[in-house]
């Protein structure tokens, strides 16, 4: 088996991912972060089966973070109102769900998470098949412009 095989199909599946992540909408970059959670936790269940202790924690270590620092960090309270605190409420259940999970080998509890997380992705894919209504531009200062924050709000 060639070494380097591996390196560059990871590699390969870097550069992808990136070209993605660069030309996504931030509607589409919030689908990208339920489904790297969701495969995340995936992962976790098969490790857990395997009785893989390191890959499991691993798998549902990463699934915490993007939950935490992908989807909770992009909750706009301001605009998003009650409906993004109750979201980050519910962020905030999942990831202790998961380190529940983690502690006591509880494959429940990452199925618990894994279907939580499969619904809200599919009310925000859902959201985003909603026809756009047009609106007159409104031109927005540079230095107001955070395109890291994403409102759960109206969209």
Do not use: C
Not at 46 to 60: D, E, F, L, N, P
Not at 108 to 116: A, I, N, R, W
Request: charged share 20%; aromatic share 6%.
């Amino acid at each position: 088996m060639n070494p380097f095989r591996s390196t560059s199909a990871r590699a390969y599946q870097d550069i992808g991912l990136e070209t993605s992540i660069g030309s996504a909408s931030p509607h589409q970059l919030i689908l990208m972060l339920y489904d790297a959670a969701l495969n995340a936790i995936g992962e976790a269940r098969g490790h857990m089966r395997s009785r893989s202790v390191a890959a499991k924690g691993a798998a549902i270590s990463r699934a915490i973070r993007i939950i935490g620092e992908g989807l909770w960090a992009s909750l706009d309270t301001d605009r998003g109102g009650s409906l993004a605190a109750q979201m980050g409420g519910l962020y905030a259940y999942m990831s202790k769900r998961l380190v529940e999970a983690n502690l006591h080998n509880r494959e429940d509890m990452l199925t618990e998470v894994q279907g939580l997380l499969g619904e809200m992705r599919s009310a925000w894919a859902q959201i985003g098949m909603r026809p756009v209504q047009q609106a007159a531009p409104v031109a927005v200062p540079m230095a107001q412009r955070d395109r890291r924050a994403v409102s759960y709000g109206a969209v």
